[in-house]
């Protein structure tokens, strides 16, 4: 029956998507390859039954902490944890905002002379190149243990954030509003000011309130390489095995972010 | 009043102009008309060095431009307003701080930072607005108004600086053309008043011809028509944009007459509606 509502004169022309890599042989090497090497990787991860059973019966009793998280006993250290964490991110934030914006402004290259550009540009490279983890530990290292290490590190990296994102964003605003600010007669800085900053800003704002809170997480983080904040109360309590004081700690981390993200959204829509 | 001598511009191997050689005088409104590419916007842009020439001399009054450091080409940009083809309006300013910006080039940074410009540039603001139909307008965001309304914005901006000099680039290319009309009209008018010399680069033709004093044709960078509206027939356009039959855009043109001039009330609920979103009857 099918036959008969086919058009009889006219060859049925099929489609396939062009692949990907053209070359057969390539293509069929990589896919080969690829599963090689996965089986060989996971031949190569010792897996150990006896250590997983282990492992375990130890994550009972850290889920039973968990679910009687305790705020109480150890409220002191929390607290004092919380506050110099809290500290750390805002004025690292603060911080990093005043140096990002000339470093952004001078990584922008329809903005900044050639030598200052690429000034600016190697600054935030290098700022970039090494996870926090390893600025912490190199700051622990310089400054010694406490929060002015962790502080330091999440200026770097804030500063290498906020400054890549902003460059770009400059980089990406319509030209024809700079060209007219500049036919007034317009000062390079008078030209930033109504031309670029207008366009920039809310984009920078919100990214702003995400380094925020990347900020305190990160706060948390580096504090187990002895950087300060409540990491550094977290890593006391895991050496104690005291998981029910981990888990108020954990509890408290999800609900500050949580405001955090909350009280980003709420601002970016009065801005935008 | 403004003088070009030999003026070349390249890109690379490619010549945007070649030898362009003209003299504006005072309160002329000359049309700059020519195919896209043909380097018309570059042109202009050499004028006040938006885009830098490569070699030679552009001269406004007894000062030449070309060769000014770059603090002695801010102040000289003063004299000169620009109005452009997409309004070039910063979005998220109000339409006052757009205006403001006119001033720019007079005002100290911190003033200009806080928006603390003097009463009597915003005096000349406010009659300005008032002047180009945006009255009460002046709190609104750029963003909320329309294509005419911004336009309208742009003029303002430009004859904010005082300038002796516009040059404008495409003004009516995104607008509708009871709109590119009305706005024609508007700096045509504003130039007469104020003795302004103005360079307006424009594709349409007819209104060339209906506003402007002296057109000039550019193609391939190169000036190759210079005379009075009248003296463009259509061997002349054959000369500048290339073969076609041209009594096509002249016949569509006449329709816009009509549309403006001609059977009013039976349009009328259409032309209240514009009039009211342009902010301005014709």
């Known amino acids: 029956m099918s036959e008969v509502t086919q058009p009889t004169n006219q060859t049925v022309r099929t489609w396939r998507r062009p692949p990907q890599i053209k070359d057969p042989r390539l293509r069929w090497a990589l896919y080969i390859g690829s599963v090689a090497y996965l089986c060989l990787a996971l031949a190569s991860v010792e897996i150990d039954v006896a250590r997983l059973v282990e492992g375990t019966v130890r994550a009972k009793s850290l889920f039973a902490g968990v679910l009687s998280p305790d705020f109480v006993t150890r409220w002191t250290d929390i607290r004092a944890g919380f506050a110099e964490s809290l500290t750390m991110t805002v004025v690292s934030t603060v911080l990093g905002v005043l140096l990002s914006i000339p470093i952004g402004l001078g990584a922008a290259r329809n903005l900044a002379w050639r030598p200052v550009y690429l000034v600016c540009r190697s600054i935030l490279a290098v700022s970039r190149a090494f996870h926090e983890l390893i600025v912490a530990v190199l700051f622990v290292a310089m400054f010694g243990f406490g929060p002015f290490a962790g502080l330091m590190t999440l200026v770097v990296s804030t500063v290498g954030f906020l400054g890549k994102l902003l460059a770009e964003e400059v980089e990406s605003i319509e030209w024809n509003a700079v060209e007219a600010v500049t036919s007034t007669g317009a000062s390079w800085l008078q030209r930033v000011v109504y031309a670029v900053v207008p366009q920039v800003l809310p984009r920078y704002l919100g990214l702003t309130l995400y380094r925020l809170d990347i900020n305190f997480r990160d706060s948390a983080v580096i504090g187990l390489v002895g950087a300060g904040g409540i990491g550094a109360t977290l890593n006391t309590a895991f050496d104690r095995y005291e998981f029910d004081a981990v888990a108020a700690i954990l509890l408290m981390i999800i609900g500050i972010v949580l405001c955090a993200e909350y009280a980003a959204s709420a601002i970016r829509k009065r801005v935008l | ?282």
């Open chain 2, 1 to 282: 009043m403004l003088k070009i001598q030999g003026l070349h511009k390249r890109y690379g191997a490619f010549a945007a102009l070649t030898d362009v050689t003209l003299t504006i005088a005072p309160g002329e409104l000359v049309s700059l008309i020519g195919p896209s590419g043909a380097g018309k916007s570059t042109l202009i842009r050499c004028v006040n060095r938006l885009v830098e020439p490569t070699s030679g001399k552009v001269l406004l009054k007894d000062t030449e431009l070309t060769g000014l450091s770059r603090s002695a080409l801010r102040l000289e940009r003063r004299r000169i307003g620009m109005i452009f083809q997409d309004y070039a309006l910063v979005n998220r300013l109000t339409v006052m701080e757009n205006v403001l910006s006119g001033r720019l080039g007079y005002t100290s940074f911190f003033k200009s930072l806080v928006r603390r410009f003097p009463q009597a540039d915003v005096d000349q603001a406010f009659a300005l607005l008032e002047r180009v139909g945006l009255e009460g307008l002046h709190d609104r965001r750029a963003d909320a108004l329309s294509g005419g309304q911004r336009q309208r914005v742009g003029i303002a901006r430009a004859l904010l600086q005082s300038p002796e000099l516009l040059l404008v680039d495409e003004p009516t290319a995104s607008l509708d053309p009871r709109t590119a009309r009305q706005i024609m009209r508007l700096i045509a008018e504003l130039c007469r008043e104020r003795g302004l010399a103005a360079i307006i680069n424009i594709h349409d033709v007819p209104l060339a011809q209906q506003f402007t004093d002296r057109i000039i044709g550019l193609a391939a960078g190169k000036l190759i028509f210079d005379g009075l509206p009248g003296d463009l027939d259509n061997s002349v356009l054959t000369k500048i944009y290339g073969g076609e039959d041209w009594s096509q855009p002249a016949a569509s043109a006449e329709d816009a007459d009509d549309f403006e001039d001609g059977d009013d009330s039976a349009a009328d609920g259409t032309l209240d509606a514009l009039t009211k979103t342009d902010g301005v009857s014709a």
